[in-house]
């Protein structure tokens, strides 16, 4: 899962309760009640969201009727707003909402939109997409910030408490595609839509009845409850956020709808995406350069190279999530029509990178534990490079896959599973490590920031993989239908492609690993 949820990515609001502060309420099993809470609130939000994400590149070729180019830049511009928005969703908590009202707007958007993706209409499509994508930035950064409040400074249980919520991520997101990709298949798209919806309820209800029980205490509320009820025309400032948040949906849908030039009987012919273009690198860009340089400008010599290594950082986490992110587009169309499905369906094969993140995840944290006692884990530069050297062999292997291929152009399923297991252990090299060192380096006046920045680069990889998964396009160029073998090429192709620019990118982190070693002033 990406950040995931990338997915992966939500331990980056780490933050904590003020210093001396007490854990939450009671405990269950050595930990804040409240985390389990929080656990399956957060579980079945995934759920919705990797459920529905399984569905939804198959939905627009197979029942939208969409070319290939036109889903994956739907998809591609989907994933980049949902992970843009949580940055502004996250300062609303933190200046005003407190997190508790921003979770709760955000999972009743989102369940809204779930429902709405099982209306077969244009208006609901991209409706249902905005909802998603404006509740989204409500939801995650808010829920992994409030786990954070629930330990004091410097509690030891910390980092196993959010392993225990990673998992929660990990298991909604496995689970998801097994089960709504069985009924969207089986039963109907809509049926395995509902799911989702019904998955996200679920959630819902989870945290509503943690915050009605008082389980979390005081964690979550507004910095400044009277602030919230002031009154501003006649209306308080917690309903204009809830206002302003109704207003947008339609720039939302506008985003995702422009370029979709002819829908006839729901189809489509090309999707241009020059908004989004415009959107993030002409607006979005520029705006995070200036305010970097202007941090950089103000911090000392020390901080300031231990800013520049988090921006080297981050450029090699968009790279990796820029071609991990096939996974929801590109590779699950590679699966429907060039892999021989025995025991998954194409949707269902989206599960198998969390499989395996729950399968590996304690592992590899004891692993690293073990090489830190004997001296001789590996500085962050270098696992970035193994991480995505990793990746590359994954991409590799579905590359090679071609010359094993049956008549019809399709592969044993065992090599979707081997190069996803590659891909899955660059993931845990790269991302976990990432966001722990990026709180450690990054100035403490400006953590949050840079917090949000991280977040964005889950944003702009997604663009990059539309782009990247349109090169894979085999329908809606003509009339003239494309054989098994023609669409392998296709796709192996560029997955070979992938893993030679991915190996290239390795030795790029491996040349700049002293530097950054050095500029990280002892920060392993």
Known sequence: MSYKEH????????????????PTGPEMFGHPKGLFYLFFAELWERFSFYGMRA????????????????????????????????????????????????????????????????????????GALALIIVGNGFFKPNISTLVGTLYKQGDPRRDAGFTIFYMGIN??????????????????????????????????????????????????????PEVVKEKVAGVSRGNWVVILTILTLPIFGILLFQGILDLPGLGATTFDGHLIDYAMYYALLPAI???????????????????????????FITVFWSFFEQAGSSLTLFAERNVNLTFLNAAQTNSINPFFIVLFALPFSAMWLFFSRMHM?????????????????????????????????????????????????????????????????SPKKIVSFIMGIWFLSSSFAHHIAGIIAKLTSVSGSGD?????????????????????????FAVLALLLTPLMRKWMHGIH
């Open 7 to 22: 997915t992966v990515t939500d331990k980056i609001t780490e933050h904590s309760a003020p210093l001396g502060a007490d």
């Open 377 to 441: 884990n590996p500085y962050t530069p270098v696992k970035f490079a193994l991480g995505i050297a990793q990746l590359g062999l994954g991409f590799m292997i579905f590359a090679w896959s071609a010359n094993f291929a049956d008549a019809d152009g399709k592969v044993s399923i065992w090599f979707l599973i081997l190069g996803y297991l590659f891909i899955t252990t660059g993931e845990l090299f790269i991302s976990p490590v990432g966001l722990s060192k990026v709180t450690e380096l």
């Open 171 to 224: 298991i909604g997101a496995m689970l998801a595609p097994l089960i709504c990709g069985w009924l969207g298949v089986t039963y109907g798209w809509h049926y395995g839509f509902g799911a989702a919806g019904v998955g996200m309820l679920f959630g819902l209800i989870m945290f509503w009845n943690g915050a009605r029980s008082g389980i979390f205490g005081e964690k979550g509320l507004p910095p400044n």
């Open 289 to 315: 350069a200036i305010i970097l340089f202007i941090n950089l400008v103000r911090v000392d010599r020390v901080e300031r190279q231990r800013l520049i290594v988090v921006i080297l950082l981050t450029f």
């Open 55 to 126: 569905l939804l590149v198959l939905y627009m070729v197979n029942d939208l009727l969409f070319s290939d180019s036109t889903a994956f830049g739907i998809y591609a511009a989907y994933g980049a707003l949902v992970y843009a928005t949580p940055v502004i969703g996250g300062m609303l908590a933190d200046k005003l909402l407190g997190y508790r009202k921003a979770i709760m707007l955000g999972a009743v958007l989102m369940a809204i939109g779930h429902f709405a993706l099982a209306v077969q209409h244009p208006l609901f499509f991209y």
């Open 480 to 504: 003239e239908e494309v054989s098994g073998m023609q669409s392998l090429l296709v796709y192996t192709s560029v997955f070979e492609q992938i893993g030679y620019v991915a190996f290239g």
